[in-house]
């Protein structure tokens, strides 16, 4: 992708499209029906009851009235009497569709929202169905939404070309669903809470336009603060990578991801007919793109409320002020979960805060201002708390004691913010009846807003970690490993050349040639070698007296490893033996590695057995390579040996764009890295290295696409280097692979 | 505790109190004020208000009318004009408070509720005050609530002897709060969303009653069918631990409990002034107790919906029913992270589906009713998906599609349960607005409603997990280790007899003669044998020479420690040296070791070299014991070696009450269990005398209480056998230790 240099052109189609789909002169609805039980009824109404500034044509064979509104027989003679047709609702049955799109082709209509059902969700004529609407909209260049949408709401247009029952309140919030059903939902449920949208999308099958260019399509609306989005998969993976990273940049996009898992992948397969990738990658992607994952749909709301307010934390000092104690110590708890810090108020602020509330208040810890606090009170606790500098954000809490004034003290809170726009402030009104009236209040001016402590902790933490992402390391950052520096790059890892490539793509020709999927030990190896990855080397041993042979010139211990393109997990055969030290020892490892294989894998070809160097004692750690079929290759790295499936104690992030910084990132997130960074006086663990092989082992696996799987188990840690001890690597089923393939994963 | 005994006795003063505190004849409250802002005076009216049935007497020394009642003087002279007074609400100044408990108990009032704050929370004055309060109740043997509290509601009396603002509706769910204002948004927040309770109180500083005495006053209501409580600590953790036990065979308790977080805990401190335990001895408390955990206040009600209805799942097999894929897909989801099944439909079920529902409408995974679906079509799913043996719950889904119709959807899934009382039926509705009316006839009739999928499905694991607890494992229970059978117990683990504790007490005498706190790791494993636990033999060598000979004398491979009360990490300073096979290498390692307890701990008292025997191959676990202040002895299982404090792979349970039983669950939590039950090939370890390991190390903890904490890192665990490697034990600081001590955890 080269973004940068089609932006321009980009910017201009998108432009164009945005004008068609959300402010469009003229709107034509086909399949328009007087019956107001039908949507193609409701649409029209919808139109007219937003207010939808511009002209609304219904299109009905039959012409006549349809809800206040003169309809055409035909999207033509629309055309021909109207003028120009921006935008075509399309609301007739399915096998209809694509003779409609080919009219609205023809007389230049710029974007269609296909409404209707029966497309390839339901099968192969379906699937026929939908290929000739892409023909069409190819063929005119025009843009498709849908087929199988709810259609499209802009608030501030204000358009409703939907069949949605309501219309949301106006807002900063763009929603975007691949459900329909999800999206009326999220209008529904937003109408009790008072969370406004600005823009309302479902996009249903993406016959042409995906969740990608919605993301274009949003990102220069002003309107639009934050975006929300329910998706069931992404279309085109890397491209949606490339564009979510940019807009990331102008503003947040939360996600929540269906299909986790497998039993859910089954279900999105019977509901959309796509392919869902593996959830590991999608958390990659989504990282590697700065999309914000919820977790839940009552997360994706919170955070909702938390994105969009502008305000940013500079760090993760939280002051808490409550006028209940309880309350107060479930926030700290849930601070303490999500890694966010109580902030130490400064003795200046403690000061204050001893002279404006009574002797009683606890101002150590959270700020009780105790259960007869009023509003008053709160001003001044706020005014002190957010004053001090050594606090990032804060968390107010309500409980409705007697004494407690909801109304006003939710104005206290909006007054706070206002004087102190740099640092959020989060209010939990802790209750509901008597909570109605501020929680309005705190909504409307832009407060987040949550009825129980640890669901505003948990928002608070995820924004504060969107903000300080990328950020320098604070003092406060944590304890990842090496710091590479600002660009995250440092001189080793760009020494790979194109000889290198030429090296593994013989290696891997060799392997095709002999009608192998699977590389032995040694070729694996040298492929590593050649990514300049330090390796322990291996010798073909045919008989066992060569064996010995090789083990003499080694000199010092070595491993003996059964070497077959048809054993993967050589250990569990009795494949491996360890430790040998004498040529006796090696002969009779040999005879017995050979026995094993013949009683256990009788089937299997035995090349003969591999002769390596013993590395000094170190950690065994784990280095991966899965190609996903939405996103290419994912790195995977995590404990090693016999643990990491055991353990799953693993980091994983896309190749692409796995540098040194994003290595250090992974290898800090695992528990093993207690242990590789200095255990109770062990020397630490050659960190740097270790982050370069991982930038190596990305750097294949994006130079070579015929390489489907890597499995580096166990590489070898120590203070004294990093070595690749044994190798697994798979070519694509079948073929050149040089697209990526669809198989699964292994 | 021997609750069976005492239970008569215990019952009758239950019954006493009972009656004295939620339905009394005569109630006065003293400090009683004509000022409707005092507390004094609320009280008053909400017990008018509510609709209490007896009589209320306001005590003011000077009379007068107050809030429509006749005041007196004083307690006694209400007491000479009126008779018998059951309870008394006091709502004068803490000051005043011990003088009028002097009063009360005088004139006969069985039950006091102190409403006055400005005692032990409030330092020392305070904590006279209190022990003042402690003494009159003592000496008239008058039970008292508080003080600090809110007081005490019960909708079915009807009785409102609190001050707060608001009177909740009826309902079946008992609220216990350590915090007054937890209690007062918990009131607030249900009045909302409609759930009603049967009582209400807070126990505030628990100066004679405490969260143990209420459970035993809810136990017997019959209008209490599942109890909430949010607790700060526990005061007599043995005492809750044995009662909870016994209420949970009855009506659920689901407990918040606050101060996780070591953050936390200080702010507890600061708000209760009560000692908190740590975190995990209450997990394993709770866990013993048979007590429900909400993990956050939205979980609390969340598992409060669930749990009224008595209706239980007999297994983990979930129907889903959606008129939105979305949905469905999101609920899977979360199925699958619960560890809950999505149910197999019977080849039955699917027919009569197929012919109830639209072709389109899908059948396998969630069952898809289709958008256009109105309550029609949902009774008809939700009658054949009940009626299919193969499933043990249901969820049922409605999106505000332009079809729904909720309300009558809402009456369908009520006539479903109906028709299907033993099979939970839990609603989502995916949305707001629209919702509203479906989701208060749903509460009315005590389906479970949420708004969102993620929500339903975890209260609906958490229900699904308390009724099958303590079941015969089914076909679907998972992969625990060995099945001692139904009484949990094998002959192997009762032989501890007095002789072996005599032991135990024998070595730590000696221990304490020396004016130790730490045994030698000889001594712990002597300890050990003494309980059965199979060791590795250490002997202590005071001379190179020794050393060699006892290596001699254990023929084969040794490991040599140092021994040495001061080191209690030997491998950090280079005091551990394994694997040593020949006089040379012993006396070679001693030097070494002595030399590098010299030079990197040359402060500490040095013994010797401990010589013991290397084992067979094996695993290295941990076990190990903490002694929690509030509910004594907690045992720990997980992954050992250097790894235990990294991984953090451990299972813990109170030593109280550890079987087999509960020793195979300990097993089976971890993840190194899989290592443990022979992975890849590996042959499985003898988890049965690992399980009768656990058992023993926890009846040596109940029965020598001088043993504060006991570290057995490694234990070898293979298949030939499981052997204590390294044992650390330490005393009690100072003292006999004969009492639970109070010094913090190692």
Redesign the interface.
Known sequence: MHLSIERSDVGRSVERLSAALFGPKRVAVVGASRDPKK?GH?VVDNLRKAGYPGEVIPVNPKGGMIAGAVAEESLTVAYERHGDIDLAVVAVPAPAVPAVAEEAGRIGVRALIVLSAGFKE?GQEGREREAALVRAKSQYGMRVLGPNVIGVIDTHTPLNAS?A??FPDAGEIAAV??????L??M???????GMGFSRMLSIGNKADLDEADLLLLLEPDAQSRVILM?L?DVKDGRRFVDIARQVTTRKPIIV?K???????M???L???GALAGSDRAYEAAFRRAGVIRA????ELFDLAWAFRSPTRPMGRRVAVVT????????T??????EKLR?ASLGQETIERLRTVLPP?A?V???V?VL?DARADRYAAALQAVLADPGVDSAIVLL????AAEPAATAQVIVDAQAAHPDKPLFAVL???????EAEMILRRRRIPTY?????AVTALARLTAHALKGRAPASDAGDGPSDPGTDGRAADETFVDAASRATAIEVLQAVRADRRKALLSGEALRVLEAYGVPTAKAHLARSADEAAAFAQAIGGPVALKIASPSIL?K???GGVKLGLRSAEAVRRAYAEIVDAAARRAPDAVVYGVEVQAMLPPGHEVFVGMMRDPTFGPLIVFGAGG??VN????VSCRLAEGLDRRVAAEMIGET??Y??LKG???APPVDVAVLEALLVRVARLALDVDDLFEIDLNPVLASSEGVWAVDAKMTLHEGGSGQESGRAGDG
């Open positions: 949507i409701i339901t069949f029952a309501d669903s691949q459900s329909g059903a999800v009326l939902s209008l529904d449920w937003a109408k009790r809470e329910y069931e929540l269906s299909g986790t898992s497998e039993l859910g089954r279900a999105a019977s509901h959309t977790r839940s749909m009552q006028n209940a104690g309880g309350g107060g110590i479930l700290v708890d849930q601070l303490d979960r109580m009683a606890s150590l810890g959270p009780d259960g409980c409705p004691t007697a802790l209750g509901g009846a008597q909570m109605a009825p129980f402590p640890e669901r997990h250990t569990d055969i016999v643990f055991v353990l799953e104690d528990k093993i207690r242990i255990y109770r006086g």
